[in-house]
């Protein structure tokens, strides 16, 4: 099962997505999602320029080795632009080999852990009381789990507060937008928000809440006990994550979960806070984390300490990443919940797929491979278009985490 071809498709259906598609000279072809938020290009020139060439005539079926081949051959590691690149190349194998097999990807993987995926949604308003009224249309749709986010008062933008009702997308065209913050407003609010959340909707409705990398150790510390009354499922990216010995003192002051990594490439980020028992819950996905097979690697390691996963699963990545996230979280033992995000109807158009949402859960399919497509001449009609996430100042000028 050699690869015979090898391409990258740019398309732009509501926003920027990478793919990469191979295919093999029995004319089976499987897909690989690629895009970086804001360095799309970046990461299509990676794979068309340094990956492709290399692509063309190895054995489709011998996917550890051509992971292995491509993090080790290249001498520069890690990183979001190599590891996405080399996350599309292993998803579209697993893809591949499932198709080849005539059986979904799941089954590849050691079969079905559980009957399906729990998920969470986004609510989110610029005001409580908007925030509330969120929460309500996501409990109506059969969600068990939701994260809410909300306005803070002074602050004209917060972190995601988005522009429609069902998904949050954070990029804009144009030069990046600048939003103020100030961490003083936010931790004065943010409890008062979730004493009403759980006023208004109980105790057996799970909250999650993205803090998005916006505080020191202590300031998180502060928060996250702030907030232990409210019983969080997880408090998420209460700090940046290059300091791995931060959540240490997070940790000493509180019992709120804590999650993290949606910004990881590979198990060296974040091995001594799954190691250490520093966080619950590890957030890395398919495709900024090298794929399903390094993915995997990383679950294995977390279950030895009890930490479950988390996939990010952001309106940045396309329904391939979606796809390829549900027959991960399908199979792995240690599973703790996904982050789902519903995509534009373009999007859905262009990667038409056989996953599936109902009453607070979700499944991958049971079409062989991973269960998604691309229609390519669609795509074409959806021509790249440049995009920026914001840049964060705080009140006083200085640049922020965003």
């Known amino acids: 099962m050699k690869i015979t071809d090898a391409r990258v498709i740019v ?9 990469l598609k191979l295919v093999t000279e029995d004319g089976v072809s499987g897909l690989g999602d690629a895009t970086v938020n804001g360095r799309e290009l970046a990461v299509a020139s990676y794979l068309t320029d340094h990956v492709v060439p290399l692509l063309i005539g190895r054995d489709a079926r011998r996917i550890e080795d051509t992971w292995q081949y491509l993090y080790k051959g290249a001498y520069w590691r890690r990183g979001p632009i190599t590891m996405a690149a080399i996350g599309a190349v292993d998803t579209a194998l697993w893809d591949i080999r499932g198709k080849s097999l005539d059986t979904p990807v799941y089954q590849l993987l050691g079969g079905a852990s559980r009957d399906a995926v729990l998920v969470y949604g986004h609510a989110n308003g610029a005001t409580i009381e908007e925030t509330v009224a969120a929460v309500a249309r996501y409990v109506k749709l059969g969600y068990t789990a939701v994260r809410a986010q909300c306005g803070i008062p002074g602050l004209a933008q917060a972190y995601g507060v988005g522009r429609g009702d069902r998904y949050y997308e ?10 103020l913050w100030s961490s003083e407003r936010y931790l004065g609010f943010v409890p008062t928000l979730f004493t009403r959340l759980r006023a208004e909707f109980g105790d057996e409705l799970h909250f999650l809440h993205d803090v998005h990398h916006r505080l020191t150790p202590i300031e998180a510390a502060r928060l996250g006990k702030a907030l232990e009354p409210y019983h969080l499922f997880w408090l998420e990216d209460p700090v ?6 931060g959540f240490r003192l997070i940790r000493q002051h509180t019992t709120t ?6 910004v990881f490439n590979t198990v060296y980020d974040c091995h001594r806070l799954i190691e250490e028992q520093l966080i619950d819950y590890i957030r890395a996905t398919v495709v900024h984390a090298g794929g399903i097979s390094h993915l995997r690697k990383i679950a294995a390691l977390a279950e030895l300490y009890h930490v479950r996963t988390g996939c990010h699963g952001a309106t940045d990545l396309s329904p391939v990443c979606m796809a390829a996230a549900l027959h991960f979280d399908l199979s792995v033992h240690n599973f703790g919940i996904q982050e789902y995000m519903t995509h534009t ?7 038409p797929h056989s996953y599936r949402f109902e009453a607070g859960v979700m499944h991958p399919g049971d079409a062989p491979g991973l269960g998604v497509d691309i229609d390519e001449a669609l795509a074409a009609r959806y021509p790249y278009e440049r995009a920026y996430l914001p840049t964060t100042r705080k009140l006083d000028g200085t640049v922020h985490s965003w």
């Open 170 to 179: 954070p990029a804009e065209q144009g030069m990046p937008p600048e939003h």
């Open 240 to 245: 940046p994550a290059e300091l791995q010995e």
């Open 345 to 351: 109807a373009e999007t859905d158009r262009v990667f």
């Open 11 to 19: 398309c732009s259906p509501g926003r920027n997505f990478v793919t």
């Open 257 to 262: 979960p804590l999650a993290v990594g949606e």
